[in-house]
């Protein structure tokens, strides 16, 4: 929830406490929380009054799930604030992690009275034309015969007509190799964003959706980056990026084919901080990952897959001086190492 302040009874909360309460929520009403899951919440509950604000506010939005009766949980859940009550079903873990997927975004608008400037991007991707969800990729051809890719978390509208061939990136990350385009008259192909549009010189490149800003990277070809409000038109080409904000462009730099490497499933670190490290695998998986700040610094290498994220967060102490505690399954702290 980019830009968002949240508000639990009346009072400014920090977003990732509200987080991690919706993500208990998640967790608890699944129906087959084990005993040392409760023992973690309970002990997140204690360990800071804004905690047990954040649980006490959801939990009373959500209709007092004071037993956390798995039935009634999912009630709650179905339900959402102010709206009807629906028919309750049988949620399994699979379900449950749809659920957090909802609890983890548009939820928290609901049960946090959120300002958030990015409720209508939700919005918007959950009405794209193509998206996909966390840890999902996806690859297609588009009318044109140009492909394109879609990575964890990514929504797009295709807005093809006789003048123009358009993407509108609502959220995430795109590659796309465009196709020679042999029509007349000539259609450029451009990607729209928040803070402008990118179009492709004959191209294979990649467009991200960051916070404030659209991050772009060119494997072949070159790439006009023209900022939604700025005067300059600079040229991105191979083997550079760069990005824009909405009143001018970043800087240009060297890239790695690297960054390209979750079109095969990996990520490639190479001396990478730990805390970016933990905030690119974040992108392909549901829950919160946190570093503290003991071991962000720490740089790690190696190939990843993305596919079994979790054996590469218990890999972790292998190669470094941490701990990886599991508090839950959607929420996993990495520590320093602490003596046996």
Request: with cysteine; aromatic share 6%.
């Amino acid at each position: 929830m980019r830009g968002a302040t949240v508000y639990a009874q009346g009072q400014p909360i920090d977003l990732a406490i509200a987080m991690q309460a919706a993500e208990w929520l998640a967790t608890l009403m699944s129906g087959a929380t084990t005993p040392a899951e409760k023992a973690a919440w309970h002990e997140w509950r204690q360990a800071h009054p804004d905690h047990e604000r954040a649980w006490q506010h959801i939990e009373s939005v959500s209709g007092g799930l004071r037993e956390l009766d798995a039935q009634a949980s999912r009630k709650a859940l179905l339900q959402g604030p102010g709206s009807r009550s629906r028919p309750a079903s049988t949620i399994s873990r699979r379900g449950s992690l749809q659920l957090l997927a909802w609890v983890s975004a548009i939820g928290l608008t609901g049960w946090f009275g959120a300002r958030s400037d990015s409720a209508p991007d939700m919005a918007r991707a959950a009405l794209a034309d193509l998206s996909t969800g966390v840890g999902e990729r996806r690859e297609l051809t588009l009318p044109d015969g140009s492909r394109l890719h879609l990575n964890s978390g990514s929504a797009v509208n295709i807005r093809f007509s006789g003048t123009q061939r358009l993407l509108q990136l609502v959220q995430g990350e795109v590659f796309i190799a465009t196709a020679r385009e042999t029509g007349r008259p000539y259609r450029p192909f451009l990607v729209d964003t928040a803070q402008g549009q990118a179009q492709a010189l004959g191209t294979r490149y990649s467009v991200r959706q960051a916070d404030g800003s659209t991050l772009v990277a060119v494997e072949e070809g070159a790439v006009r980056l023209m900022p939604r409000h700025g005067d300059a038109s600079p040229v991105l080409r191979a083997g550079r990026g760069g990005g824009m904000t909405a009143q001018g462009t970043l800087p240009a730099h060297a890239i790695s084919p690297d960054i390209w490497a979750w079109r095969q499933g990996l990520l490639l670190a190479d001396a990478m901080p730990l805390r970016d490290f933990l905030h690119e695998l974040s992108r392909y998986r549901h829950g919160l990952l946190g570093c503290d700040d003991a071991v962000a610094g720490l740089r790690i290498s190696g190939v990843f897959p993305l596919a079994d994220l979790d054996a590469v967060l218990l890999s972790l102490p292998d190669s470094l001086p941490v701990d990886v505690r599991l508090r839950t399954r959607y929420w996993v702290q990495v520590e320093a190492r602490q003596p046996r």
